[in-house]
């Protein structure tokens, strides 16, 4: 299996979580009668897909933190590879380089969206969250991904390596922030498209 | 931006404050250095005196104060094309009580403390240029306490983005409403009602 510099990988998380926070603060602007709009009945709005990324957020940014500041900080192991597991969520929530999600994923119940919140608060703990995020990607510039383990949140007894679990959340967030995206647009409230980094674009 | 288009951005700043003859002007143009910032990279802390004096010119920065109790209060912004850092710290050489990072991507000019002295004690043509600088940040920090004291909310709120509408668009609005002292639903409902 391929292995990623850490250095290279983290690099390339942070600038994806940049893009994404980018995103957040304009649609700070959008008022919450459309950033709540459905396109379909069936489909989820903008404020709808932030408030499933805010839900896994506060499961991951407060655990990957704890896991954080009780690891070892280290300058060697330069290198990270990612575990069969972690690999495969990460590659199951990436979006393809044309940004067309094809496979339909259904969300655990826990994590869908339930009642409407108003969309400045939804997006303002979205927004805290990638602020979060990239503050923890530097600190982990400076421990093992490999060995430092994460619990999931589906089974918290299954532990994934640090390195896997950024990549997934992060793949997982590109994945509902486009999501997001096409909700607005096909509302008709914005219309260009959200640059997508792929993890690929490593090797 | 290339450093000579900054250092000519810097010489159009310096003299609509105070104009320098051609020595003067070669000798501090002659001090800077190009630097850059990620978001979010506190750049001095509190309790550091600070050391450098910086020209913007790409970005947001804040300084601000934390509480006892760990709240942070946004006390000033920074944008482009003007000078930055904690003002108070850099030009008494006592610890800064405030925190100064960026809150988005920066580019910047940056230059030492001592180079600014020893160019004080060279050019009293110099002098004068920071001391107008530094009048005009008073006369500034003084009005700003004004709108703080006097200001309804909605007053503040236009008066911000009347001066500053490009920030909206930038950074977080809990920094916004940060600086003007009023909490963020405030904040969000004024950006819903009133039109600028």
Known sequence: MTSYNRDTLIENLLDQTEIILKKAIEWQLIPHSTFALRPTSESWSANECLQHLNSYGRFYLPAIESVLSRSEKTESSTQFSPGWLGNYFTKLMMTPADGIVSKKMNSPKDHAPKTIIESPMVISEFIDQQEKLLALLSTAKKVDLNKVKVGISIAPFIKLKLGDVFSFVIAHQVRHVLQAQRALVNTGVVEEKLKVISLMSLD | ?196
């Open chain 2, 1 to 196: 931006m290339q450093l000579i288009d900054s250092i000519q951005k810097l010489k159009t700043f310096v003299f609509s404050l105070h104009p320098l003859s051609d020595v003067e002007w070669n000798d501090f143009a002659s001090i800077w250095q190009q630097g850059e910032a990620k978001r979010k990279t506190i750049l001095t802390a509190k309790g550091e005196t600070e050391k450098t004096l910086y020209f913007i010119t790409e970005g947001v920065q804040r300084a601000y104060y934390l509480t006892a109790e760990d709240k942070e209060a946004t006390i000033v912004f920074t944008y482009p094309f003007s000078f930055s850092g904690v003002a108070d710290s850099f030009l008494t050489q006592t610890p800064s009580l405030y925190f100064f990072e960026t809150l988005t991507q920066s580019s910047f000019l940056k230059t030492s403390h001592s180079k600014v002295m020893e160019l004080l004690d060279q050019y009293p043509n110099f002098e004068r240029f920071i001391s107008r600088a530094t009048a005009f940040t008073l006369k500034g920090a003084l009005e700003r306490q004004v709108e703080l004291q006097t200001f309804s909310a909605e007053q503040k709120f236009t008066t911000l983005l009347t001066r500053s509408p490009q920030v909206l668009r930038l950074i977080p609005h809990k920094y916004l409403a940060s600086y003007l002292g009023i909490d963020a639903a405030t904040f969000s409902k004024l950006l819903s009602t009133v039109r600028v």
